[in-house]
Nanobody, 122 residues
Framework: QVQLVESGGGLVQPGGSLRLSCAASGSIFKIYDMGWYRQAPGKQRELVATITAGGGTTYADSVKGRFTISRDNAKNTVYLQMNSLKPEDTAVYYC????????????????WGQGTQVTVSS
């Protein structure tokens, strides 16, 4: 069974920084794209950033220049460095992976972590 486990959320003041991590574990044949999404209260889940296995990245306009996504393929881990945080960044942040598990060998883009809360407030 494949699991994604996020860590690194918390409470931070406006202008501060946080680094989120997400480790994929279990019997995985290959991980393709990985990404971060977020969901604020009363809003739909939205894309924050994605990264391909080769390191290609995309960002939501709202986080460009402030957030950086990276990954360590040897550790099956993706990171999100968040700088210059704003109150509107407050949300539950979810990790996502497009992967092929050994058990089924069926590629699926719908592997999600449990979420980690990020609160930006003074």
């Amino acid at each position: 069974q494949v699991q994604l486990v996020e860590s690194g959320g918390g409470l931070v003041q406006p202008g501060g920084s946080l680094r989120l991590s997400c480790a994929a574990s279990g019997s995985i044949f290959k991980i393709y794209d990985m990404g971060w999404y977020r969901q604020a209260p009363g809003k739909q889940r939205e894309l924050v950033a994605t990264i391909t296995a080769g390191g290609g990245t995309t960002y939501a306009d709202s986080v460009k220049g402030r957030f950086t996504i990276s990954r360590d393929n040897a550790k099956n881990t993706v990171y999100l460095q968040m700088n210059s945080l704003k109150p509107e960044d407050t949300a539950v942040y979810y990790c996502n992976a497009d992967l092929r598990p050994i058990a089924t060998m069926i590629r699926s883009p719908d592997c999600w972590g449990q979420g980690t809360q990020v609160t930006v407030s003074s």
